[in-house]
């Protein structure tokens, strides 16, 4: 079945670096987009990041632009996302995400456990 393994969580200063890790499984990675999404408390999931299958192209929600850069290793299954500048409105749980289809950096069914990470001084 399809699993997904985030590491790479913690703690960091504002204006921080931290980089996320996700090992995929159970399904054929390079074959989908995958995404980033978090989940501030009391609210729902929100997307932050997406990249196709080939990896050739990524997109950033505004909130992360210019600040988050994502990255996958379709050889290695892994996925990545480079957090750089890191604010205070950047702490919550990170979730990797499978997408629904090769195409796609924004729709997505399945999700890991999540990595915590902290921002704060």
């Known amino acids: 079945q399809v699993q997904l393994v985030e590491s790479g969580g913690g703690l960091a200063q504002p204006g921080g670096s931290l980089r996320l890790s996700c090992a995929a499984s159970g399904f054929t990675f390079s074959m989908y987009g995958m995404m980033w999404v978090r989940q501030a408390p009391g609210k729902g999931l929100e997307w932050v990041s997406g990249i196709y299958s080939d990896g050739v192209e990524s997109y950033y929600a505004d909130s992360v632009k210019g600040r988050f850069t994502m990255s996958r290793d379709n050889a290695k299954n892994k996925l990545y996302l480079q957090m750089n500048n890191l604010k205070p409105e950047d702490k919550t749980l990170y979730y990797c995400?499978?997408?629904?289809?090769?195409?796609?950096?924004?729709?997505?069914?399945?999700w890991g456990q999540g990595t915590q990470v902290t921002v704060s001084s």
């Open positions: 995400a499978k997408g629904t289809s090769q195409g796609t950096a924004t729709e997505y069914d399945y």
